[in-house]
């Protein structure tokens, strides 16, 4: 059973949280305010963080910050009201692994969880790809994949997160000059050097299919 540490104020979503977690054999520390979060995370090894922004005290992303810097690499999930793009920015440049918008489906929380607590494993399977997580090898036919930075980036996160589509901010984020031209441009040639399909899900982001 995966331990999760989830950061939240909002006694009646944290609770229905972690009846519906604990159901799917997740096990749940629950911390209201920014300061127990930290204290949770210096007294307890997680899988993964699940951490709201608008907290009392320390607000996520600080407290993912002040992680980070302490070498606390845990996979963290921001799940927040704040749609903007600074907002999702933000958690992103202080090492957020995903953002979820609330309101959110359960189910599709459950699933971006099992994506990233399945990457504690050292190897990714996806149909005839085998993705090395430790090295960010990917392999297609027991044949290994040379592909730019860009590219890798782009492939390991949309396999990563199947069956779910990655949101264009999500993957803006991966390239080095970031514009809608230059995502469409990257995956166009993702899908010409790479025997994948990926769908474009209009006003959401791309997935494999």
């Known amino acids: 059973m995966h331990k999760l540490l989830l950061l939240e104020d909002d006694p009646n979503l944290s609770k229905t949280l972690i009846k519906y977690l604990n159901r799917h054999n997740y096990d749940i520390d629950w911390a209201k305010n920014g300061e127990e979060a930290l204290s949770f995370s210096y007294d307890n090894v997680y ?15 600080d407290v993912l910050t002040a992680l980070r810097e302490a070498e606390d ?3 963290t999930i921001i799940i927040s009201a704040l749609i903007d793009v600074s ?3 933000q958690g992103f440049m202080a090492g957020a692994d995903d953002y979820v918008k609330k309101p959110f489906d359960p189910d599709e929380l459950l699933i971006r969880i099992k994506a990233k607590t399945s990457s504690l494993k050292k190897m990714l399977k996806f149909k005839d790809f085998e993705i090395d997580l430790q090295n960010h090898a990917i392999s297609h036919h027991k044949q290994e994949l040379h592909l730019g930075k860009v590219q890798k980036s782009l492939l390991i996160t949309l396999i990563q997160n199947y ?7 999500v993957l803006l984020l991966l390239l080095d000059k970031p514009s809608d031209v230059a995502l469409r441009v990257n995956i166009a ?9 990926i769908q474009n899900v209009r006003g959401v982001g791309y997935k494999v299919i």
Do not use: C, M, R, W
């Open 73 to 75: 690499f845990t996979p």
């Open 47 to 61: 899988a993964l963080y699940l951490f709201d922004i608008n907290v009392p005290l320390i607000n996520g992303v």
């Open 87 to 89: 907002s999702i920015s």
């Open 163 to 169: 069956p779910n589509p990655v949101s264009h901010e």
């Open 189 to 197: 040639k993702l899908k010409k050097q790479v025997s994948v399909e």
